[in-house]
């Protein structure tokens, strides 16, 4: 079936890293993605990754892929408060073009 | 061309009337994509084009949905009837472009708030 599940909340405090955690049914997804969305504003795409890799690094943002366990993270170094936002994770199969995404991680930072 | 473009950006309406919204994708991309997002949960697949054809369409579209991308440029949603239960974001994103990154990636526009009073 299609389904992308992650955690509803992350609260983490200024300046230590975040990591999102996501995992996937589809074991063909193809594209894994982490979008973000802000309040009031539209989705946007942070990062991706393709299906043979493990990790890809892209500044403040490492993404691991785990194939094996159907797992994606994304950890956030040195989160700041404009990192304040609710994060998506999508995945694309492989048999079609539509992207499925998770309910969102909505993350919180504290001082 | 500066992104994905969706009009209007909110609109009200009382139950039974229909809304329609429109659609620009980035002007190479030749696949667009309508998704529907609430409150709290995460963007849900409507339906999607490439070009002029529409490849696949959600389950969950009722009868009263409708979507046309007439000359594979601009896009419409039709919502026929509406209901309260219709209320949430509808989201409209472009794929395509040369480059890896273009040809696998969703562009999103701002979305058309949907209120059904």
Same mark, same amino acid.
Request: glycine share 8%.
């Given at each position: ?42 989705? =946007?795409?942070?990062?991706? %990754? ?6 890809? =690094?892209? =500044? ?19 989160? =700041?408060?404009?990192?304040?936002? %609710? ?12 992207? %499925? ?7 919180? %930072?504290?001082? | ?7 209007? $950006?909110?609109?009200?309406?009382? $139950? ?5 919204? &429109? /659609? ?6 030749? &696949?667009?994509?309508?998704? $529907? ?9 409507? @339906?999607?084009?490439?070009?002029? !054809?529409?490849?696949?369409?959600? &389950? ?27 209320? !949430?974001?509808?989201? /409209? ?9 273009? !040809?696998?990636?969703? @562009?999103?526009? !701002?979305?058309? $708030?949907?209120?059904?009073?």
């Amino acid at each position: 079936g299609e389904d992308v599940e992650q955690s509803l909340f992350l609260s983490v405090r200024e300046g230590d890293s975040s990591v999102i955690n996501c995992t996937y049914t589809d074991s063909s997804s193809t594209y894994l993605y982490w979008y973000k969305q802000e309040p009031g504003a539209g989705l =946007q795409l942070l990062t991706y %990754i393709f299906s043979n890799m493990d990790m890809k =690094q892209d =500044q403040r943002l490492t993404v691991l892929l785990n194939k094996k366990d159907k797992h994606l993270s994304l950890r956030i170094a040195d989160t =700041q408060t404009g990192d304040s936002a %609710i994060y998506f994770c999508a995945e694309r199969y492989s048999s079609a073009s539509k992207i %499925i995404f998770g309910s969102g991680t909505r993350l919180s %930072i504290r001082p | 061309d500066t992104g994905v473009s969706q009009d209007p $950006r909110h609109k009200i309406t009382k $139950r039974g009337q229909n809304v329609t919204f &429109r /659609c620009d994708p980035i002007s190479e991309h030749n &696949r667009l994509y309508w998704y $529907r997002q609430t409150l709290g949960q995460g963007p849900e697949f409507l @339906t999607y084009f490439q070009n002029e !054809a529409q490849l696949e369409k959600s &389950r969950l579209l009722s009868d009263r949905f409708s979507a046309e991308r007439p000359k594979g440029s601009f896009s419409t949603l039709e919502i026929q009837r509406t209901e309260q239960g219709d209320s !949430a974001m509808y989201l /409209c994103a472009s794929q395509g472009g040369t480059g890896s990154s273009g !040809a696998n990636v969703l @562009t999103f526009g !701002a979305g058309s $708030r949907l209120t059904v009073l």
